[in-house]
């Protein structure tokens, strides 16, 4: 049985960690988030200590080390991007793995220096890349490698996710932390594409506001149109009529993919992957994190080029803008 500790307990994705931790039949034995909203916790763990204090957080592992003979084996990160680095790097210096959700970090360069870590402490960092382990996406990966080896592949990947004002007031409207919709909502998508066409060979931004960012990734297999928004109001009529608030789809050369179900479990099966030492390490995402940093800092060039057809959709205002 590994022991576990987890920062970000509060948050959305925090319960799929617990629920992995105790599907892989191992112990989580401390929490930290500054929020105490965490009731969650008694359904998987509840002789778990909680903290809403770094400070106490940190001196309650170093005397489970010292004074219980406690070691830590992995410590899963939860919290906003932004403090992932940090959190990894708490981990690692801990004698712990670290297991951290996407993005992994937010630029490039964050990588390189974790890497130093990983050398120094002999620890390693492992990110959550689910569609990976998704049995659509494994499938689809084994379809592109075994079809013909000079085909370009053409591909519309559209994920509209609608959120509310109180998206802006948190930490996710702030692009200095969340890294804005392309590393919020859009990273996941932009590694699996990486994993499945290889590597990029062009990257052109054409809409990056507050809620949407689009553009064409062009892979060593693939031409990609992308649209990604937050914004209710552009769901298709179609969907809206049917009173959902999110919208997903992936075409290949015009068919559409379906991995709409089998999430439930990936965090698990990316668990067992990591306990068992095949998890994906510090590099995996790389390309990912250059995609989507490369996205925050270029200059869209509107509806020019290859555009997704959205691109064309009116702009809208920042909620909070009088």
């Not at 929490?31 to 309650?60: C, M």
């Not at 220096?113 to 382990?133: F, P």
């Not at 379809?143 to 519309?156: H, L």
């Not at 994190?289 to 020019?304: F, L, S, Y």
């Amino acid at each position: 049985m590994k022991n576990f500790a987890l920062i970000g307990a509060s948050g959305y994705i925090a319960p799929r960690h617990m629920k992995a931790i105790k599907e892989t039949d191992n112990d989580l034995v401390a929490a930290l988030d500054k929020f105490d909203s965490v009731g969650i916790i008694d359904s998987y763990f509840p002789k778990a200590d909680f903290f809403t204090e770094f400070e106490r957080f940190d001196r309650h592992i170093s005397k489970l080390k010292y004074e219980k003979n406690t070691q830590l084996d992995f410590v899963s990160i939860c919290t906003p991007n932004y403090l992932h680095d940090a959190h990894i790097r708490f981990a690692l210096r801990q004698g712990a793995d670290a297991i951290c959700e996407k993005p992994l970090v937010l630029n490039p360069w964050n990588i390189d220096a974790l890497s130093k870590i990983e050398k120094e402490t002999g620890k390693k960092i492992y990110n959550i890349l689910q569609l990976r382990v998704h049995p659509s996406i494994i499938a689809l990966k084994e379809k592109i490698a075994n079809g013909p080896k000079d085909k370009i592949y053409d591909v519309d990947l559209t994920y509209l996710t609608s959120r509310g004002h109180w998206y802006y007031t948190s930490w996710k409207g702030d692009v200095s932390k969340s890294g804005g919709i392309a590393s919020n909502i859009g990273v996941h998508f932009f590694d699996m594409l990486s994993w499945i066409f290889g590597d990029l060979k062009q990257n052109t931004v054409h809409v990056n506001t507050h809620d949407r960012s689009a553009g064409y990734l062009e892979f060593e297999k693939a031409r990609v149109r992308w649209f990604l928004s937050i914004n209710y109001e552009v769901l298709p009529d179609e969907i809206k009529a049917k009173g959902q608030r999110t919208y997903r789809s992936i075409t290949i050369e015009g068919e559409e993919l379906e991995f709409s179900g089998g999430f439930t479990d990936l965090h698990t099966v990316s668990y067992e992957e990591i306990i068992n030492g095949n998890g994906y390490g510090l590099e995996a995402p790389r390309q990912a994190i250059e995609i989507v940093h490369n996205i925050r800092h270029a200059q869209p060039i509107g509806a020019k080029g290859e555009f997704h057809p959205f691109v064309k959709k009116p702009l809208a205002k920042h909620p909070f803008e009088k």
